[in-house]
């Protein structure tokens, strides 16, 4: 698909402003626009790489591999190139072929960075921004930048692999001549209900999630009323613990006259000790609910320029940013409709958010710029301005149909993504069958909000079965309390009979 820009045919689609009607670029953005051409001409003039690899970053440094060299590494989408100063020698590592990369230093003082492929291993050196340059390359090096653009087979070939029990028809209808109208235009007849895969229902599964959240809710009650009877079973045994303890100082004080004087110059601490009934403690066990978020990995652009590794979250009402331990960082929190200003940066892969009716402004680059711009706007309900400086590259955005796909864009496979908690969310479909038939629609929109409704079961189920555990290992742990408070009572309790033997 050729056009830029929000999808159509049925998409959540927003009333934008295009690039043409965005106001003027000032001449600081002009003229980085025009340093970052002239590295793209630089790079691929000495450099064996696809037109499309543009110049991300680059750093002075020395390489020391096969000699020292001084000049500069240029870091692209896909690659790590090293040209030097004197433009004789070239470098060229593609990310893919790294194995290894770290933190060095190839002295006591002097900070280094070192890439390992299968082939050699490359240190570079004498960075005023090593910190920074290792940073961006790990982020490159874990995270490939994924641009896509759908077509509407693509979007059709994505829907099969979600319903493969039987493949949807796309025959085109040949029309007959007197169905021609327009102008050159070529009336299609519109596909009926039998043209679709029957939609299978999800209820089946729904029920049996419901019913596993039935038997959660069970299962915690029981635990809660075990839990009460555990803690009367507890203030027995500590009161029979508490009499045996204070028989055993009566028994100093029959024994001899140094148990006399030691019980006269010591309290009795077992006199008010458990006494009276028992109290009962609130046992009321909480599920704690996930909310539903989404964690984009990012290097933020802090107000020097440094960029830090974090996230961007998305949740319901609001998004965020998160450090590299994913932990909120203060006046880092806006709503969706806050957003005002997307700007698209000459800097390739660097994105600027501006905000309405405030100064805020927040700064990242990302292997993830199409799905974080994506998420934006189909998350927010007003208009926002899409504003690409020039020679960037355009994309589509503002549609469902390529969330999944511009948010897997891992090197390393989908799996460690998943196992990161970097989870995407999915698609609504019934919202991609916009020229099928309206029953068609319905059913695809009641299977939608059954699995809306077994994905929040779930949810319900994992929490409940979190709170399960957590009960659980309670209860064992106070249960290891008891058995030992048990041994103790049952030693003193054989200790005191053998002394009460001993006095007749």
């Avoid at 994309?395 to 969330?403: D, E, K, L, N, P």
Wanted: some cysteine; proline content about 4%.
């Amino acid at each position: 698909m050729d056009a830029i820009g929000p999808l159509g045919s049925g998409m959540e689609n927003l009333d934008l402003m295009s690039f043409e009607d965005a106001p003027k670029f000032e001449p600081t953005v002009v003229e980085k626009a025009a340093k970052m051409k002239q590295k793209y001409d630089l790079i691929h003039e000495h450099f064996q790489v696809p037109t499309t690899e543009t110049i991300i970053q680059d750093y002075r440094c020395s390489m020391l591999y096969e000699g020292d060299f001084s000049g500069k590494i240029f870091i692209t989408q896909n690659y790590i190139l090293f040209l030097s100063a004197d433009q004789l020698k070239q470098e060229t590592i593609p990310f893919y072929k790294v194995i290894a990369m770290g933190r060095i230093r190839t002295t006591l003082v002097v900070p280094a960075i070192f890439v390992e492929t299968e082939d050699s291993k490359i240190i570079f050196t004498g960075f005023m921004h090593r910190e920074e340059t290792y940073n961006l390359l790990e982020h490159l090096w874990q995270y490939q930048p994924t641009y896509v653009q759908l077509t509407d087979k693509d979007i059709m070939r994505s829907l099969k692999k979600d319903f493969p029990s039987e493949p949807i028809k796309e025959e085109r209808v040949e029309p007959a001549s007197d169905k021609l109208g327009g102008r050159w235009a070529i009336a299609e007849e519109k596909p009926t209900e039998k043209d679709y895969v029957k939609v299978e229902s999800a209820k089946s599964t729904l029920e049996l999630a419901l019913e596993i959240q039935e038997l959660n809710t069970i299962a915690l009650e029981k635990l809660q009323a075990q839990a009460e009877s555990i803690d009367r079973t507890q203030t027995a045994l500590n009161k029979t613990k508490n009499t045996l303890d204070e028989g055993s100082r009566i028994l100093d004080g029959v024994e001899s006259v140094a148990g006399q004087m030691k019980n006269v110059a010591t309290p009795n601490l077992y006199k008010y000790r458990e006494k009276g009934a028992h109290k009962a403690v609130d046992r009321s066990v909480t599920i704690e609910e996930k909310e539903n978020h989404v964690d984009v990995p990012v290097l933020i652009k802090e107000s020097n320029d440094f960029l830090a590794p974090g996230y961007v979250r998305f949740s319901e009402k609001f998004f965020c940013v998160l450090d590299h331990v994913q932990k909120p960082l203060k006046k880092q929190k806006w709503p969706y409709n806050q957003v005002s200003k997307i700007i698209i940066r000459a800097r390739h892969q660097h994105l600027d958010l501006r905000f309405h009716n405030s100064n805020d402004r927040f700064r990242c680059c990302t292997a993830f710029i199409q799905g974080l711009t994506n998420e934006l706007f189909l998350r927010a309900t007003t208009k926002i301005l899409l504003i690409h400086e020039p020679h960037t590259r355009k994309f589509q955005y503002g549609s469902m149909a390529i969330r999944e796909r511009t948010l897997r864009g891992t090197r390393k496979g989908e799996a460690e993504v998943v196992q990161g908690g970097f989870e995407v969310p999915k698609a609504r479909y019934s919202e991609l069958f916009t020229d099928a038939p309206e029953a068609v629609v319905e059913k695809i929109a009641e299977r939608d909000a059954d699995l809306d409704k077994i994905a929040d079961a779930l949810k319900v189920i994992q929490a409940g079965s979190s709170a399960i555990n957590n009960e659980t290992a309670r209860q064992v742990d106070q249960l290891q309390d008891m058995n030992a408070t048990a041994s103790a009572a049952l030693k003193t309790a054989h200790g005191n009979t053998f002394r009460t033997k001993r006095l007749g």
